[in-house]
């Protein structure tokens, strides 16, 4: 016979033995479901950090690119034969003394844009296309315009008939006389997302606008932008600032950061959005959440029939 047995009535000790089961849920429950808040905050924190930092290495990344192509496009610059070229306007003689460059640049670095301009803004020999030439680039290369402008270099992101592309435009000069530009550029597409991909393992997305919303100007993963993003995006473009949400998409748990990504002149052209799975961090929490009360629920049942 238990020691509640000779002290209670089986009455009383049913009563207690609730009294003492409720407790013992509250003792448990309560601090359970501190913990698994607890947790999920500081999960949600460090993934936050991981999707910022993610984001910053490929702000970073288009950054050394940029660098990159304007060392590129300096070194053609200051080329004499190119200068030559250019000055006599002989675009036979420019193109065989920069087609071998241009297959190097494509070979080494992935270029796809290397382009001469005449002022303001006129192409003049494009070594990615070179049978079109002399149409005028004003009316959307900007970065064009201002280089001639100010004859001065400018680097920078810009979106061009080949898409979007990390540019480096430079001033040709012979002697004190500004003969135009010549630009290098590498794109920023899905192959670059794919490439950091493999680094952390998440999915990136690069989003724009369009006429009539928005689209992924670069992905490493194939799926769709849904309509019902649209809002978001747009006040993201207003807003002009790194935020973090967390979504359930696909049977999977993500916190998502979405961060701009501007062009030469600081104006949003695109958002970055880094989603990080916290799909697993979620499902050991309430597994633990889950042993602790099951725990609890154990002994008391072992109480209740001793």
Do not use: W
Not at 188 to 200: A, P, R
Not at 227 to 239: A, E, M, Y
């Amino acid at each position: 016979m238990s020691l509640l047995t000779k002290l209670f009535p089986a009455t009383v000790k049913y009563r207690v033995l609730c009294i003492l089961t409720l407790i013992m849920l509250i003792l448990t429950i309560v601090p359970a479901i501190q913990f698994y808040r607890l947790y999920m905050q500081n999960t949600v924190k460090l993934m936050t950090e991981e999707g910022v930092q993610i984001h910053n290495t490929i702000l970073n990344t288009l950054a050394y690119r940029g660098k990159s192509m304007a060392m590129l496009a300096s070194t053609v610059a200051e080329n004499n034969k190119v200068i030559n070229s250019f000055a006599n306007n002989d675009r036979k003689a420019l193109l065989e003394e920069t087609g071998p460059l241009f297959a190097l640049f494509k070979k080494k670095y992935n270029v796809n844009v290397f382009h001469f301009h005449k002022p303001p803004a006129t192409s003049f020999l494009r070594l990615h296309k070179p049978g079109k030439f002399g149409d005028d680039l004003s009316g959307f290369r900007f970065t064009v315009v201002e280089a001639n402008k100010t004859k001065k270099p400018i680097v920078g992101l810009e979106k061009g008939k080949f898409g979007l592309s990390s540019r480096a435009v430079m001033p040709v000069t012979d002697g004190n006389t500004h003969l135009g530009t010549v630009e290098v550029g590498i794109p920023l597409d899905s192959e670059l997302l794919k490439q950091i991909k493999e680094i952390y393992h998440n999915d990136i997305s690069l989003v724009g606008k369009t006429d009539n919303g928005f689209k992924f100007i670069a992905k490493s993963h194939n799926l769709t932008l849904p309509v019902s993003q649209f809002p978001f995006l747009d006040q993201l473009f207003k807003d002009n600032k790194t935020v973090t949400r967390r979504v359930s998409k696909d049977g999977k748990e993500l916190v998502t950061t979405y961060g701009p990504v501007h062009d030469f002149e600081g104006n949003v052209m695109a958002i970055l959005a880094v989603p990080v799975d916290i799909t697993e961090n979620i499902a050991n929490a309430k597994k633990t959440v889950l042993a602790i009360i099951g725990l609890c629920l154990g002994i008391l049942s072992v109480a209740q029939y001793d």
